[in-house]
């Protein structure tokens, strides 16, 4: 858990990226997140109930709800810490290849579970900062739906 070699080949393979509780708010953390995601050229999911689309994409109310020919590389969670073990068995049915825990996002039930199944995971720890502190360059992927 919370390797930094496997976060980096996380991050420099990932082409799509779902953002669990990503908010609609431009000022709330997880929508400039995904923001700065979408800017360094990934593809997002955003996972939030309460909202049909964000920042121009579909947004869905579960992981089990995207649908299954969409390509879920990462998971990264801005839920509170009693709530990430559903998205965890989500994320586990679904087979992502890593899961990000954001800061002040703890789980270790959940993190033993997932890196059980094979998944990595970073916990207690950004995306953003992760990403911005290793140089990885901007994404150029087409679509992350796979034919």
Do not use: W
Request: glycine share 8%.
């Amino acid at each position: 858990m919370n390797d930094r070699e496997e976060i980096r080949t996380a991050l420099e393979t990932a082409r799509t990226i779902a953002i669990v509780g990503c908010s609609p708010k431009p000022e709330r953390p997880s929508n400039a997140i995904a923001r700065y995601l979408m800017e360094q050229g990934y593809q997002i999911v955003p996972v939030n109930p309460g909202h049909r689309a964000i920042l121009g994409e579909t947004c869905y109310r579960s992981l089990s709800e995207i649908p299954g020919d969409v390509r879920l590389d990462i998971v990264d969670v801005f839920r509170r810490s009693d709530q990430v073990a559903p998205v965890a068995d989500e994320a586990i049915a679904r087979g992502v290849k890593f899961f990000f825990m954001q800061q002040g996002v703890v789980d270790p039930g959940s993190a033993r579970r997932l890196e059980e199944a094979g998944i990595p995971v970073a916990m207690d720890r950004c995306i953003l900062v992760e990403h911005a502190s290793r140089g990885i360059p901007r994404r150029n992927f087409g679509p992350s739906v796979e034919r």
